[in-house]
């Protein structure tokens, strides 16, 4: 079995749905103003100032501890970060955002209308790749966060 079979049978049996709130470069939000100035409290972009769409997949998240430490007054911080497994298909990029959606407690599916539960901003993103070069599925590395709504 190759490693992009193994990702896809691990997300069927242990991964969920989730949202990945892609980031649409060339088209600005509505928010956006002649001058290119961006509403930093837009419920829509999150003052990004770029238009998104969300597409429902499947994937599996692990939290690690593996962030940036800081020094504050109360000694050494780590703040958690989430490692989201995402199908190869999905071309995360850092612009995006991961969002945990509400989902059935006896079947694990979405619920409709889709409710949006935690969001994560992605931090950094990883190629994962068959020795063949053949991109297997993506490691994305995200923080939790909020958006403007």
Request: hydrophobic residues 35%.
């Amino acid at each position: 079995m190759d490693m992009k079979s193994t990702f896809e049978s691990m997300v069927e049996d242990h991964g969920h749905w989730m949202l990945l709130r892609k980031a649409v470069l060339n088209k600005p939000c509505s928010c956006v103003g002649r001058e290119g100035t961006i509403l930093e409290t837009c419920g829509l972009c999150n003052g990004s100032g770029h238009a998104y769409v969300d597409h429902l997949v499947r994937a599996r998240r692990t939290k690690m501890i593996d962030s940036v430490q800081m020094t504050t007054d109360i000694g050494l911080v780590a703040t958690p970060r989430w490692h989201f497994y995402l199908p190869a298909n999905t071309q995360p990029t850092h612009k995006d955002w991961i969002i945990e959606i509400e989902l059935s407690p006896t079947d694990q599916q979405p619920i409709y209308p889709i409710k949006a539960e935690t969001y994560y901003n992605v931090t950094d993103v990883e190629s994962m790749r068959e020795l063949s070069g053949v991109l297997a599925f993506w490691d994305v590395q995200t923080e939790k966060s909020n958006w403007n709504v």
